[in-house]
């Protein structure tokens, strides 16, 4: 039996204003970010006192020092794979933020041009109110002034 998740409260909660979408995006971005390099600096750490310990804990188990070469390479390893998974993970959050700040960009430039439409829109309507209010004025004068169709005599 499958669910299916209601988004509705989700996107009820989107900002309307495209500007203020794509700039709280780019905060959680940059923070996100922040807490990756935090996360790759405590690994680093451990990382080493990682080494330290199996250094330490080799002459305590037997099963260490008798297969340290192997232990220190498999942690090697373990080491370059959780550096590589790192890495692709702040070139994603990089990725995002590189994203974010083109939407933005590109909202603006929309807007922009919704600006540029607009004010054209509005000088045309401008434009042509003046026209047809000339032409009012024109009409009525050759009215005022035109002959009677009345016989004169």
Avoid at 95 to 116: M, P, V, Y
Avoid at 140 to 152: C, D, H, L, P, V
């Amino acid at each position: 039996m499958t669910t299916e998740h209601d988004h509705t409260p989700y996107l009820d909660q989107l900002h309307d204003d495209p500007h203020s979408f794509w700039k709280s995006r780019i905060r959680a971005c940059r923070w996100m970010i922040v807490k990756t390099i935090c996360l790759g600096a405590l690994a680093a750490g451990l990382g080493v006192l990682g080494q330290g310990w199996l250094e330490k804990a080799a002459p305590i188990f037997p099963f260490i020092s008798q297969n340290y070469g192997i232990w220190q390479s498999a942690y090697l390893l373990s080491l370059i794979l959780v550096f590589l998974l790192w890495a692709a993970a702040m070139r994603q959050k990089a990725g995002l933020l590189q994203n974010s700040k083109q939407g933005l960009k590109t909202q603006q430039r929309i807007d922009e041009q919704n600006a540029r439409i607009e004010e054209r829109r509005r000088a045309n309507r401008e434009r042509r109110e003046q026209v047809r209010q000339e032409r009012e004025e024109h009409t009525i004068y050759f009215k005022a002034t035109g002959r009677s169709k009345k016989f004169e005599y």
